[in-house]
């Protein structure tokens, strides 16, 4: 019911800057939060940043000073600026959602919703 696409990922020196986009598009009432969680090579998956409807932020400690959400509500886009890049930031990062939608019975529920991944790669 809701697809998360998202863009900009690649290579990037350390040091240097990327910015990741993500789209959410399909069917639902509204969106509570969209984010980002990356995942590294044998780690687990963890919070980058979320940013919910009422526009409050939650980064992760190893990002906080260097990346920044930011989000268009009338596009249904969020953006994560990442500035000072170091290559222990080099994962596949997942745009996650949190949309209200309708359920079989036409209730509304909250889902939660996952993006394919984007590769960023921190390396000289």
């Known amino acids: 019911q809701v697809q998360l696409v998202e863009s900009g990922g690649g290579l990037v020196q350390p040091g240097g800057s990327l910015r990741l986009s993500c789209t959410a598009s399909?069917?639902?009432?509204?969106?509570?939060?969209l984010g980002w969680f990356r995942q590294a090579p044998e780690k687990s998956r963890e919070l980058v940043a979320q940013m919910s409807s009422s526009g409050s932020k939650t980064y992760g400690d190893s990002v906080k000073g260097r990346f920044t959400i930011s989000a268009e509500s009338d596009k249904n886009t969020v953006y994560l600026q990442m500035n000072n890049l170091d290559p222990d930031d080099t994962a596949v990062y997942y745009c996650h959602g949190e949309a209200v939608v309708l359920s079989k019975d036409l209730a509304p529920v909250e889902e939660s919703y996952w993006g394919q991944g984007i590769k960023v790669t921190v390396s000289s």
């Open positions: 399909g069917k639902f009432l509204r969106i509570n939060a």
